[in-house]
């Protein structure tokens, strides 16, 4: 599965504080650990602060110690554009994070993953909210799917997120959850991600219900993660069920996280 690192993300306090104070150490320390510790997208936040100008600075801060591919995460179009334009070298490999049937997030946003042949996360989302039932989350895939088959984007790019709603709000919300991954799968045969964190909101010890929720995804067929690739518990459970779920042929990288100290009981 692969590994979007969420550490970069304006929302949380310290990191706020990092990108407040263009505290560019800060910023790559934290770019560098996730790389280090697995991650193969950095994912780079801006919701808190002045989305443009922070995501340019962002980019850059990032982009002088690492290589590693970019998902850049905003709702804002223009905050996408600038990042997608401070990118240095293939611009294709950037994750945009993310379209949605919202407003006028897919008309802004759209013609930018194209221009760029960027891979891109469409939320099944539009302007009524995030809905209730599966059926409707399919629905509003298939339409997302028929607008990027329109303009010929290449499906293999598209990362579906079905959204995480909190198990707390409502006891079906993971099962829910689980049978978009596996029938947006099923049907489109495109790729799905999601953030988990949400589905633990309002309860307590919320790092094993992430856990617990990650491996049923994982199960679920789900490609991709955002998560804290330094949580050492979350990465052994990736990296576990990769193995588990025949991902990790001979068990070549479980064998490589146990040499490097990463298994935790
Ligand atoms: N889908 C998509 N994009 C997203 C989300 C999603 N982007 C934002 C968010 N959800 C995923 N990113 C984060 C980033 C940080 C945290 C949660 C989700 C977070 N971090 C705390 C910290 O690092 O201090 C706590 C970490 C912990 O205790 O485990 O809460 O759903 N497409």
Redo the contacts with the bound molecule.
């Keep these: 599965m692969l590994i979007i690192g969420?550490?970069l993300?304006s929302?949380?306090p310290s990191v706020r504080q990092f990108i407040k104070d263009k505290d560019s150490a800060a910023v790559q320390d934290l770019a560098l650990r996730q790389v280090a510790a697995g991650a193969d997208y950095l994912?780079l936040?801006t919701a808190q602060g002045d989305e443009v100008s922070d995501m340019e600075w962002l980019v850059q801060t990032v982009q002088e110690v690492t290589d590693a591919p970019i998902c850049l995460?905003s709702t804002s179009a223009l905050a996408i554009k600038k990042g997608l334009e401070m990118v240095k070298g293939d611009k294709s490999r950037v994750l945009v994070?993310?379209v949605s049937l919202e407003n006028n997030r897919l008309e802004e946003v759209l013609p930018l993953v194209l221009e760029y042949h960027c891979s891109v996360?469409a939320?099944t989302l539009n302007d009524s909210g995030i809905p209730k039932t599966a059926a409707e989350r399919i629905q509003l895939t298939e339409q997302l799917v028929e607008i990027l088959t329109k303009k010929d984007y290449d499906l293999a790019k598209l990362y579906v997120?079905p959204?995480?709603l909190p198990q707390a709000i409502s006891y079906s919300n993971a099962t829910m959850f689980f049978q978009c991954l596996k029938e947006i799968k099923q049907l489109f045969n495109v790729k799905t991600?999601?953030?988990l964190?949400?589905i633990s909101f309002n309860t307590p010890k919320?790092?094993i219900m992430?856990r617990h929720f990650l491996t049923f995804c994982m199960a679920y067929g789900m490609d991709a993660a955002?998560l804290?690739p330094m949580?050492r518990k979350i990465m052994t459970s990736v990296i576990t069920n990769d193995f588990l779920l025949g991902n990790d042929r001979f068990g070549k990288k479980y064998l490589k996280a146990y040499r490097g100290g990463v298994l935790e009981d």
């Design positions: 969420e550490k993300n929302s949380i994912d936040n995460d994070n993310s996360i939320l997120d959204l995480v991600v999601s953030g964190s949400n919320r790092k992430n955002i804290d949580d």
